[in-house]
């Protein structure tokens, strides 16, 4: 027993160190030496090169014993893990060409709110909406989960609720304010979001977030949650509003696609893209993009013309709709993130470009 405590905290002195450092994600490959993120770098860590030895008394202590079997068997793994009085992280396992590896990702103890995470105050509004589908969108490791964090924070401070969250693996813990939390994580409470959002409709909620959109069955299901008035929270791996829908119309069969823009044209309330940039200073800065419902946005999306739903948010800045390329320029403007580093995140890189330009920046010329 002694020996398993002494091997758990062997791991638990690398997550220290990587919180004090102010490091979002820990590294650790069969092969190298284990690695932090910071600010968005990846920064080594004095230390040996692990072995695979290493590599399996670091993690197997730490890992539930038929998740352990499970990764063994399958080279992939997701998992919570907590370290007392420090913090939450999620783990992913997996198997790479030297041998094993390991991302340890930190979860923030305390929630932050959307004020905190400096979101426009529009996106608050998805907070309060009654039914239908709200996205958060962006690649991986963008913040989706801190964003929809501080959002079901704020309906569970402000709404009288039962809202059920549906997670893989679960991130931020919710106690129960206004609203009644009900937290479900993928392996350990259901089998998959498919079968977790199944039974959700049926336990009487008002709210249920599916941490990922990521199969036909799953989406198919949320639209259907969403067309009977639910509120339905959804993640994607897009980077804007028009992605997004094309994202959705496009994982079902081309024959169904016509009623399926027809129910996406009702049930969409919100989308939130967003994507994280160094700060010049130090740390990370989200760009986001806002596109809210309207019945140019419902035509857009039956029409089949989702390319033009870009210009719809320009036109809608009077009602909160921001475009991922404006919120790059303020972040530029303010002097927070270097200009390059914006222009590598711009949807529209000529125009953008164009922009640099003509404030005086030297910026590299097109590939094209």
């Known amino acids: 027993m002694k ?17 004090d450092r102010g490091a979002s994600d820990l590294h650790l490959s069969v092969g190298r030496p284990p690695l932090f993120r910071q600010s968005g770098r990846i920064v080594p860590i004095r230390y040996r090169v692990l072995s695979n030895v290493d590599f399996v008394n670091l993690m197997e202590p730490i890992t539930p014993p038929d998740q352990w079997k499970q990764y063994l068997e399958t080279g992939d793994m997701d998992y919570a893990y907590e370290v007392p009085g420090l ?19 930190i979860i923030p103890e305390k929630i932050l709110t959307l004020d ?21 969108t962006g690649p991986t490791g963008s913040g989706k989960s801190t964003t929809l964090a501080g959002i079901i924070h704020e309906m569970n401070a402000k709404r009288p609720l039962h809202i059920i969250t549906i997670e893989d693996p679960l991130e931020f813990v919710h106690s129960n304010q206004k609203s009644l939390v009900s937290q479900r994580e993928v392996g350990t409470h259901s089998k998959g979001f498919a079968p977790a959002l199944r039974a959700a409709v049926r336990e009487d909620p008002d709210c249920i977030l599916v941490g990922e959109m990521r ?7 949320a639209l259907s949650a969403a067309e ?10 897009t980077n804007s509003a028009s992605k997004t829908m ?9 024959d169904r696609q016509d009623g399926v823009r027809g129910v996406l044209s009702v049930v969409i309330k919100g989308v939130l893209s967003q994507q994280l940039l160094r700060r010049k200073k130090g740390g990370r800065v989200a760009a986001v993009e806002v596109l809210l419902s309207s019945p140019a946005l419902s035509s857009l999306i039956r029409e089949g013309k989702t390319h033009h739903i870009t210009g719809l948010i320009q036109q809608g800045k009077k009602r909160g709709m921001l475009a991922m390329d404006d919120s790059l320029r303020k972040l530029v403007e ?9 222009l590598d995140k711009a949807l529209d890189k000529d125009e953008f470009r164009k922009w ?7 910026v590299p010329a097109s590939d094209e």
């Open 116 to 136: 905190q995470l400096r979101m426009p105050p529009s996106v608050r509004s998805l907070a309060h909406i009654e039914g239908g589908l709200v996205l958060v």
């Open 334 to 342: 303010d002097d927070t993130v270097e200009p390059a580093d914006a």
């Open 228 to 237: 009977t008035g639910l509120l339905v929270f959804g993640t994607l791996h």
């Open 87 to 105: 913090a939450r992280f999620r783990v992913n396992l997996f198997d790479q060409e030297r041998g094993k590896g390991a991302v340890f990702r």
């Open 3 to 19: 020996e398993k405590l002494k091997a758990r905290h062997r791991i638990d002195r690398f997550l220290k160190l990587m919180n």
């Open 215 to 221: 199969d036909l069955e799953t989406i198919s299901m």
């Open 246 to 254: 094309d994202r959705i119309i496009n994982v079902f069969p081309t």
């Open 356 to 362: 640099l330009t003509a404030r005086g920046v030297d």
